[in-house]
């Protein structure tokens, strides 16, 4: 299985079917979520073809794709360097004003927020099968969460779901 498929799995069968994100199903469901495998080898490489599919999807409608998930199976996979390689790109969408059309989720392999041991099932929450960075638009997430009753309890209840589900050993 190639690596956009197996995010594209985790996608649906964690990520939806565990409702961790209360927001990822409608997208899914209306085929506007893209995933696109980055063929850069190197992070500079990676980074500019990044940039660069960050400029088509605020260049499409929004009836077409909502999200894009980037899959990096070549390029970041250490953890500290891939937590970097966000905080240049959030850097860049500040700078250049995007920050107003394009959200970022990032998501890793050896995810592991601060604070907390790294075999902690919480962290499970941003483990996918290989390094992913998500494009949001911000008017999509916007539109979403004020749809929702209470977004602040999301964490903590994925968090409780988690911890509970792998104390279940499932």
Do not use: K
Not at 48 to 68: A, C, D, F, K
Not at 70 to 88: K, Q
Not at 143 to 170: C, H, K, M
């Amino acid at each position: 299985m190639n690596s956009r498929e197996a995010t594209r799995q985790w996608v649906e069968n964690f990520v939806v079917r565990l409702g961790l994100c209360p927001f990822a199903a409608r997208p899914l469901r209306e085929g506007r979520v893209r995933y696109e495998q980055c063929p850069a080898e190197t992070a500079e490489e990676a980074f500019y073809w990044s940039m660069g599919r960050i400029q088509n999807l605020v260049g499409e409608p929004r009836e077409s794709v909502e999200t894009e998930l980037i899959v990096f199976p070549e390029t970041l996979n250490y953890f500290p360097d891939f937590l970097d390689f966000v905080e240049e790109i959030e850097e860049v969408l500040a700078s250049s004003g995007a920050e107003s059309l394009v959200q970022l989720a990032h998501f890793h392999p050896d995810y592991c927020f601060a604070g907390l041991e790294p075999e902690d099932p919480a962290n499970t929450t941003n483990r996918s099968p290989h390094p992913v960075l998500q494009l949001l638009r911000v008017e999509g997430v916007a539109e979403a969460v004020a749809g929702y009753p209470d977004v602040d309890a999301i964490p903590e209840r994925n968090i409780s779901l988690l911890r509970r589900l792998a104390a279940e050993g499932r």
